[in-house]
């Protein structure tokens, strides 16, 4: 038998950036016709947050707790279950070429070479390749046909901890939440994952030409945001009646539920918001970002890229409304 497996990277890393490393063990067992090994989500922290205002405040630890939340376990293998005489085969880590400036973002693809001659080749009868966890963990292309099957998404609605959170989104209008990334990024960071604050609004904005506002509600979920983008945000908020509500550094497990949950996700710059796009059936407004959320393909529908300065395909957004049977 031929299995797969990965150890997500642990450390400072939080839930996002372990899923991300997650995703590639997951996905390379459907493409190469493996059985997947659940290794948990962790870390070596105790839990605790690094100070506000630190440009390292992060808000998914610890992440061990996310295993049960995600239930991405659920009917999956652990390395308990394998023979005691297996042979381990290293997968090569991929990402280190393009750290290294040898292969651009672009060119780590499912199919690459050195993939398929690793995990096609006859070694032994019972095989467990390990996907690389060296430095920050491999990485590749978002896996289009993993988006597609709903098999996560199913795992993490069974979870028995999302349960108890109870949707406070309401079914006589549209639900739209936006995840503002702060906390552990700074505007002048090299990764470009802070975005100002009229990047968003102009979104609202353009939400808000196409739906009534008496149909819509405005949920934007942000952590330790800096006074002065707060007071920007509440001087806007409050002209318009309760039609927008802010959630500043709210339990981030019901923050996450609440992403997944809402009929329209804007989301962050980040690996945390990517998760809650891999498991959410509303609709996805989003830049393009790095590796994990680009080249979408035409048939991937729910899903509206956005401009820099926040303007985007209104007819799509409405044609997907549409599908949605929603009334505006």
Known sequence: M???????????????????????????????????VY??????????????????????????QWNDFLNFSEEELTLQDLPSNIKIIKVPYLHADVLNKKIPYEEVEWYHPIF??????????????????EQQGQFTNTDWETYKDNKLKQKYNNSKQIKNFKNYFTKDCL??????????????????????????????????????LKNIKFHIYTYDM??????????????????????????VFSTFYHLTKAD???????TFSVLAAYLSNGIKICKEWDIFWKNIPKEIGGIIQVCSDGSFDALQFLRELEKKNEKI
């Open 264 to 270: 329209i996700l804007v989301m962050g710059l980040g």
């Open 2 to 36: 031929r299995y797969i497996t990965v150890k997500p990277h642990g450390g400072w890393a939080g839930i996002g950036h372990q899923f991300t490393n997650f995703i590639v063990a997951y996905s390379l067992a459907k493409r190469y016709d493996l059985k997947y």
């Open 116 to 133: 398929k001659e690793c995990l096609t080749k006859i070694y032994h009868k019972d095989v467990l390749f390990v996907v690389s966890d």
């Open 226 to 251: 800096i006074e002065k983008e707060q007071k920007i945000l509440r001087e806007y908020l409050l002209p318009d009646g309760g039609k927008l509500e802010l959630h500043i550094d709210e339990c």
């Open 39 to 64: 290794q948990p989500f962790g870390g070596n922290d105790n839990g605790t947050h690094s100070p506000k205002g630190s440009n390292a405040y992060q808000i998914t630890k610890p992440t061990i």
């Open 175 to 212: 639900s739209c939440a936006i995840h503002i990334r702060r906390g552990d990024v700074k505007n002048d960071q090299q990764w470009g994952r802070w975005e100002n604050l009229n990047y968003y609004i102009n979104i609202i904005e353009v939400v808000s030409n196409i739906v009534e």
